[in-house]
């Protein structure tokens, strides 16, 4: 069996007030795993994905991607982690407004060091392996709600990393567009990409997902891995 | 508490930084202008006022000892008009010897008893008057440069041990320094006379004056008075160098109250802007225009008013110091700030902030409820779009390109803070180039390092007390031999002096006939040529205004009787004897020689060294050296602590208003700012995107502010000359160096990453999670 890409060991991550978001969560993800997290409202998905992208911290417990223990890294690491290793997909896109479709996608290239010209041929692919390189020069404010998110896939992709996560990206879409891009999501994970996210969207998540795990008031309540092997 | 109350309460605390900045501005503008205002009305009639507090003499008389009793001069008090009087006081020629054992020129010391009451009550700066034999009070502001601390040093008379006890201020100028009468008595080295001093019942004018003259004269044996001094030809004398310090302040504090009104005008429309939302939730819950625009105003207010009393409080600390200085340069005894200045600063401050925070908040009150509760749901604008495209095409990291084109997206909050920048640079420059003009107009006075004169003798039935001419050298080939001789000499100009009238001009006139191989270095032009041979003359701006004339025009002159037609051939920036002096070549005069020699030292070479050594060499042929006095004038010292002070508060202010501009764009772009963190933007690269965000408007408003400043100090330096009727040589003028206005421009730069440093740091550290969670 190879070494697992996330491994999240006994993860609790508390707040200022409340119970906490994470309780005590453990879980592997392998490479080339698709791995929904269901959950509703609350129970802590949003947490979970932010700490396996090294953008919150646990309070206590170790998370551990692609032999890096996210968890220890300082400020100027994580975002060299992430931009190395990580893609994300958020629910609201998070598109720049001031920035043209290209410019958003090629942006994790450019903060890493890329050239313009190299980057500007790696996002024309992109999009057009994504279908939206017509829209390469127009703003992410003229675009669908479909459109946008498939350039949010691309710029997640710029820097081809080891993991994709995605946190509802089809909350913000009618059904179609939101089939739309779970089918994307389905492409490149029968690619070979590694692929995380979060719905509460229970068809969808058993349409392109390999494995689900439901979480409940900041625990893991069932997963599908576990079930298979029972 | 009302709720608008509770609203602005809670907006104060809200709202951290804008409450910080606008509080520090008003209390810089406050400090800034309570100075400022301090120093004009301290400008205002100093003279006038000195005189009015000394209770100053509107004639000071000289008496023969020989043809006057003591008894009648005190009877003379009683003359038609006299109002008061003092004396008859003991007067003479006194050579005193510094403790460094510098012989100092002739002083007319009187024989007082007290620092007078009826009339000229002199201000002792230091120490207390002389009360013993052996001790002496020196008049600072007249003929004496006296460094600080004087009183307390032992000086020599003759040999004869001195203790300075005190240094006084005479408004009147009654003399150089005083003594008990016994002492004077004592001191019988020269000639003696009586001094009186008088004040008239009416004195405004010099027929008044010569009519109080006449009237004391005419109470008194004919032929006693030996010479008068008015009052008015002092007035005359000492309201010059007050008069330029006026534009100079006016200009600062210009500078000052247009930054304040347009940094705060900024940090409320930001406030405004930045709380659309809010403002629409006031409104939905039913708040008025007039109440939400005075929420604002009152958010605005709390913090101006303690920012205008701690600026109160610094303006009339560090006025106190100054004025010492202004009361050096005035003569005046003022001590500190005049009450309704802090109440007028005040005031005025508070109305402006009132009145800005209206205009930036008026569009808070304009603002529909709806449109306010849409903002940040809809899509920005997307101005300045063409600047992001534009950078993004610059081979630098893409951090640094996308801070760049930040300003384009807000144009009038970059212009405004251009602005705020360009008046900062624009202070400093103005600073700098008005320092270095002052400098170099002390410098142009300052060419000669030292005197060569006939020595300082004191003998019975010598000269009279009072000015007189310096005597003409017998032999002045025999001097020029030895100062050409003499190592370390870089150059000299032999200076003889007459007086003579010109065509079209009233009155008696100083001229100056010069020689030597380089006189023309102790010259700056203004226009024309330096003088090449007889007939020709060179003058100051005062003296072409008076008789109408222009260079290359031709004027005669009356010298000795004998009409000397000559060549006006250039105009010089010459102040003395008012400007009205008139510069010729020795052959010009007919037959007069020089009484005194200007020498320029090398440079590097010690000019105290060089004058004892000069003096030893010259005793032979009849003359001594003095080292001439380069201290600088306290007019310059005043103005460089001001410059200095204001420039960095002007500074300052512009480096809060960028703090605050960058907190704003901060607060608005934190959503972005997580966005850019979660694709992989490190705390360095936020930090370099920050800062790159202010070069631009660092840029532009370095590169205006020195033009600005610039500006400022060429029209600041001439209208400060053209006010007592000069016009300035292009070095005095032109003081700027490309590479120093380069170093200007970056003063911009400087300011504005400065300022944007704090909030930088701020926005490397804001956590992804959190500023993701900001919709
Ligand atoms: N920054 C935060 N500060 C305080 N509480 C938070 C923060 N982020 C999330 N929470 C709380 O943690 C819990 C889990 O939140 P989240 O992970 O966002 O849930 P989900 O994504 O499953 O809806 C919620 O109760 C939420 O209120
Ligand atoms: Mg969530």
Redesign the interface.
């Known amino acids: 069996m190879s070494t697992p890409l996330i491994e999240l060991h006994q993860v609790t991550r508390r707040y200022d007030e409340g119970p906490p978001a994470l309780n005590d969560v453990s879980l592997s993800v392998e490479p080339g795993e698709a791995l929904a997290i269901l959950g509703p409202s609350g129970s802590g998905k949003s947490t979970m994905l ?1 700490l396996i ?1 090294g ?2 911290r646990p309070s206590t417990g170790t998370v551990t991607v692609d032999g890096v223990r996210v968890d220890e890294l300082g ?2 690491a994580s ?2 982690y ?3 290793r990580i893609g ?1 997909v ?1 629910q ?1 896109f ?7 479709v290209a ?1 958003n996608v090629m ?2 290239a ?4 890329m050239g ?1 010209s190299t980057a500007e041929r790696r996002a024309t692919e992109l999009l057009g392996r994504l279908g939206v390189d017509r829209h390469a020069t127009a ?1 992410p ?1 003229r675009l669908s709600g479909g459109e946008r998110q498939r350039v949010a896939v691309a ?1 997640a992709l710029m ?1 081809r990393p080891a993991l994709l996560l995605a946190d509802e990206p089809t909350g913000a879409l009618d059904t179609a567009s939101g089939e739309d891009v779970m089918r994307l999501l389905s492409e490149l994970h029968a690619d070979g990409q590694t692929v995380v996210l979060v719905t509460h969207d229970l068809v969808l998540a058993e349409r392109c997902a390999t494995r689900t795990v439901h979480l409940l008031d900041g625990q893991v309540a069932s997963d599908s891995a576990m079930e298979l092997l029972r | 508490m009302s709720a608008l109350t509770r609203v602005v309460r809670a907006g104060v605390g809200r709202k951290r930084v804008q409450t910080i900045v606008i509080g520090l501005v008003v209390a810089i503008a406050v400090t800034s202008a309570v100075l400022g205002g301090s120093l004009m009305v301290a400008s205002q009639g100093p003279f006038d006022r000195a005189f009015g507090q000394q209770r100053g003499a509107h004639l000071t008389a000289q008496f023969d000892v020989g043809k006057v009793t003591e008894a009648q001069l005190a009877a003379s008090a009683s003359a038609a008009g006299v109002a008061a009087a003092a004396g008859p006081f003991l007067t003479a020629q006194v050579g005193l010897t510094d403790p460094a054992g510098h012989p100092l020129p002739p002083l007319n010391v009187a024989g007082r008893a007290d620092a007078g009451n009826e009339v000229d009550r002199v201000d002792l700066v230091e120490g207390r008057w002389a009360t013993a034999p052996g001790e002496i009070v020196l008049a600072t502001g007249g003929h004496l440069r006296l460094p600080p601390k004087v009183a307390g040093e032992q000086w020599t008379i003759s040999g004869k041990p001195v203790t300075v006890v005190g240094v006084a201020r005479s408004a009147s100028r009654s003399a150089d320094a005083w003594t008990t009468p016994a002492q004077l008595a004592a001191w019988a080295e020269g000639p003696r006379s009586y001094q009186m001093l008088y004040r008239f019942t009416e004195a405004g004018t010099t027929e008044q004056v010569q009519a109080g003259k006449n009237a004391v004269q005419a109470a008194l044996p004919a032929g006693a008075m030996t010479g008068a001094l008015s009052w008015l030809d002092i007035r005359l004398e000492a309201i010059n160098d007050t008069l330029l310090l006026v534009p100079f302040l006016i200009a600062f504090g210009l500078l000052g109250v247009v930054m304040a009104v347009l940094i705060i005008g900024n940090v409320i429309a930001g406030a405004v802007s930045t709380s659309t939302r809010r403002i629409g939730i006031l409104k939905a819950l039913g708040f008025t225009p007039s109440q939400v625009v005075r929420a604002y105003v009152g958010q605005a207010l709390i913090p101006a008013s303690v920012g205008a009393m701690i600026g109160a409080v610094a303006g009339n600390l560090l006025t106190i110091p100054i004025l010492a200085q202004t009361n050096e340069l005035y003569g005046t005894s003022d001590s500190g700030v005049a009450f309704w200045v802090d109440a007028v600063v005040i005031g005025g401050a508070l109305v402006v902030v009132a009145v800005t925070a209206l205009a930036a908040a008026a569009r808070a009150g304009r603002l529909r409820s709806v449109d306010a509760l849409a903002v940040g749901r809809t899509p920005r604008p997307g101005r300045g779009r063409w600047a992001t495209r534009l950078t993004s095409r610059l081979p630098i990291p893409r951090p640094v390109t996308l801070g760049l084109a930040h300003p384009f997206a807000r144009p009038v909050r970059a212009v405004s803070i251009i602005a705020a920048i360009a008046f900062g640079a624009a202070a400093v420059t103005f600073a700098v180039g008005l320092g270095t003009s002052l400098n170099r107009v002390q410098e142009v006075e300052d060419i000669a390092d030292v005197q060569v004169g006939a020595p300082h003798r004191m003998e019975p039935g010598g000269p009279r007390p009072g000015p007189r001419e310096p005597e003409a050298f017998p032999d002045p080939a025999a001097i020029e031999k030895v100062i050409a001789a003499q190592p370390g000499t870089a150059g000299y100009m032999g200076v003889a002096r007459g007086e003579i009238t010109a065509a079209g001009i009233v009155g008696e006139l100083d001229a100056v006939a010069v020689t030597g191989p380089d006189s023309a270095r102790y010259y700056r032009m203004v226009s024309g040529d330096w003088l090449t041979g007889p007939g020709q003359i060179i003058v100051s701006t005062p003296f072409l205004t008076a008789a109408g004339k222009q260079v290359g025009d031709s004027i005669v002159l009356t010298h000795e009787g004998a009409q000397v037609p000559v060549t006006i051939v250039g105009e010089v920036f010459n102040t003395d004897s008012d400007g009205m002096q008139v510069v010729t070549e020795l052959a010009t005069l007919g037959s007069v020689k020089p009484s005194t020699y200007y020498v320029s030292v090398l440079s590097g070479t010690d000019a105290s060294a060089y004058t004892q050594a000069l003096t030893k060499a010259l005793d032979p042929v009849g003359a001594m050296a003095d080292r001439l006095d380069h201290s600088p004038d306290e007019m310059v010292v005043v103005v460089n602590i001001l410059t200095g002070l204001l420039s960095l508060m002007l500074t300052v202010v512009a480096g809060l208003g960028v703090m605050n501009t960058v907190v704003l764009e901060t607060r608005e772009r934190v959503h972005d700012l997580g966005v850019h963190k979660a694709l992989g933007m490190t705390p360095r690269q936020t930090t370099a995107m920050v800062i790159a965000s202010v070069v631009v408007t660092g840029v532009i408003g370095g590169a205006a502010g020195t033009a600005i400043g610039v500006l400022l100090q060429r029209t600041v330096i001439t209208e400060m000359a053209s006010s007592v009727g000069f016009r300035l040589p292009a070095s005095v003028v032109d003081v700027y160096g490309s590479y120093e206005l380069v170093v200007f421009g970056l003063a911009g730069l400087v300011i504005a990453v400065v300022g944007a440093l704090l909030p930088a740091g701020w926005a490397a550290r804001t956590r992804v999670a959190v500023a993701l969670r900001t919709e």
């Not at chain 1, 450019?110 to 060091?113: D, F, I, R, T, Y």
């Open positions: 932010n992208a953008l919150d400020e100027a975002a060299r992430r931009r190395a994300l958020f609201f998070n598109l720049l407004d001031d920035l043209t410019d942006l994790p450019q903060l890493a060091g313009r703003y404010g710029r820097n």
